[in-house]
């Protein structure tokens, strides 16, 4: 995995300044690292990220338009690499350090790793993560995001937004530039999104996602999908629809987990 991940991130003198950072973050939790994958492979998965068609989920609503994809197999190999590797022992081991958070692990599915892709148009609402894996009832608490993006510019937009626990003030926005990392805890206040990308042809923003559970343990959340919210200056008519699309989502889907029904 050394190959794949810069040495210098499993370093304890590194570890000690990851975790002070991370502990200290506002408006939550959270990390963004430069160059965090070795050039040579980051350059490796850029030139391989797979095109738009191939990925196996398009989501085009009031509050999403991008695609996802965790068909690794259609994938070439070095996808797969870099998901065994952030998945590894040695990493979860290291996040445990810096963020405090025990029994961290990933899940072999589409709620584990895989990558996300947006054209021109693209946007992904501020909201908060479902906090528990319907099927394995296990607890969500990190998201790793590595971006794939070569020369992006301010103008394209994009940034990933961290809001505070009311969506009423943005607290930190970082672009989603090549070979950037940003982990980040994920909880009840942690929102977070990006806003509509305009970028010329040819373009989409691109990156790697491998989200890490916990046992559910004493965990007493009640389950919930995905809740966006709508930002300050969006207006009340998408407040009012976001709001009811979220509720009715998440009490049918909490219904369906109590019968036993898939989703």
Request: hydrophobic share 30%.
């Amino acid at each position: 995995m050394q190959s794949i991940i810069r040495k210098d991130f499993f370093t304890e003198e590194n570890i000690a300044h990851l975790s002070s950072q991370f502990n200290n973050a506002q408006p939550y939790k959270h990390l963004a690292i430069d160059n965090f994958l070795t050039p040579e492979f980051a350059d490796k998965i850029y030139n391989h990220f797979p095109p738009l068609e191939v990925l196996n989920k398009h989501y085009h609503g009031l509050n999403e338009n991008k695609s996802e994809g965790s068909n690794f197999e259609q994938f070439n190999p070095c996808f797969q690499e870099l998901k065994e590797a952030v998945s590894s022992k040695e990493m979860t081991d290291t996040l445990e350090k810096i963020t405090g958070i025990k029994d961290l692990f990933t899940t072999n599915d589409s709620l584990g790793s895989g990558v996300h892709q947006g054209k021109n148009g693209s946007y992904l609402d501020v909201h908060i993560d479902f906090n528990i894996h319907h099927i394995q009832k296990i607890h969500r608490r990190l998201n790793l995001l590595i971006f794939l993006n070569k020369n992006w510019k301010e103008e394209y937009g994009g940034k990933v937004e961290l809001w505070n626990k009311d969506v009423t003030k943005l607290g930190q926005a970082y672009l989603p530039s090549f070979n950037r990392c940003v982990i980040f805890e994920t909880s009840e206040i942690s929102y977070h999104g990006y806003s509509t990308i305009t970028v010329p042809e040819g373009e989409t923003r691109k990156s790697f996602y491998s989200y890490y559970y916990t046992p559910i343990g004493d965990y007493k959340g009640k389950y919930h999908d995905t809740v966006f919210k709508a930002r300050p200056e969006e207006g009340a008519l998408k407040k009012i629809k976001t709001d009811v699309k979220e509720t009715l989502k998440n009490n049918i889907k909490r219904t369906m987990l109590k019968l036993g029904i898939k989703f």
